[in-house]
C-alpha cells in the first residue's frame, strides 16, 4: 500500500506564490508518474501538472498554469513539489497529489494508483 502526504497549503494573496509539497511512502518499488490535480466547488477533478521518472522527467500541465506553475519531484524520495507563482483566485481549489507505479510486497508486484488526501489552496482577490 503507498500512501501520500501532502503539505503547503493555505491563504494568499492574488499575485503571491505557494509551494505544494507531497511525500510518498509504503512498499514502493517504482513511480512512473506524480503529478498534482485540482478540484474547485462545484467543479470536476482537473490534472494541474504531472511529471515522469524516465529519463529528464516530462512535464506536463493545463493551459490555465503554464508559466506560472512548475512541479519537480525527487525520485530518490519519492517526492514531487508544484510552485505556483502569479496566483489567482480561480486556483482556488483542494490540490491532490497522484502517483502511479508499481509496489513490491511479498506476493509480487502489483501496480497502484494512490492519492492524497488533500490540501487547501484559497487565493484572495
Known amino acids: 500500500q503507498v500512501q501520500l502526504v501532502e503539505s503547503g497549503g493555505g491563504l494568499v494573496q492574488a499575485g503571491g506564490s505557494l509551494r505544494l509539497a507531497c511525500e510518498g511512502s509504503g512498499s514502493i518499488y517504482r513511480i512512473n508518474a506524480m503529478g498534482w490535480y485540482r478540484q474547485a466547488p462545484g467543479k470536476q477533478r482537473e490534472l494541474v501538472a504531472v511529471?515522469?521518472?524516465?529519463?529528464?522527467?516530462?512535464?506536463d500541465y493545463a493551459d490555465s498554469v503554464k508559466g506560472r506553475f512548475t512541479i519537480s519531484r525527487d525520485n530518490a524520495k519519492n517526492t514531487v513539489n508544484l510552485q505556483m507563482n502569479s496566483l489567482k483566485p480561480e486556483d482556488t481549489a483542494v490540490y491532490y497529489c497522484n502517483a502511479q507505479g508499481i509496489t513490491s510486497t511479498w506476493y509480487g508486484f502489483t501496480d497502484f494508483d494512490s492519492w492524497g488526501q488533500g490540501t487547501q489552496v484559497t487565493v484572495s482577490s
Open positions: 511529471i515522469t521518472s524516465g529519463g529528464g522527467g516530462g512535464q
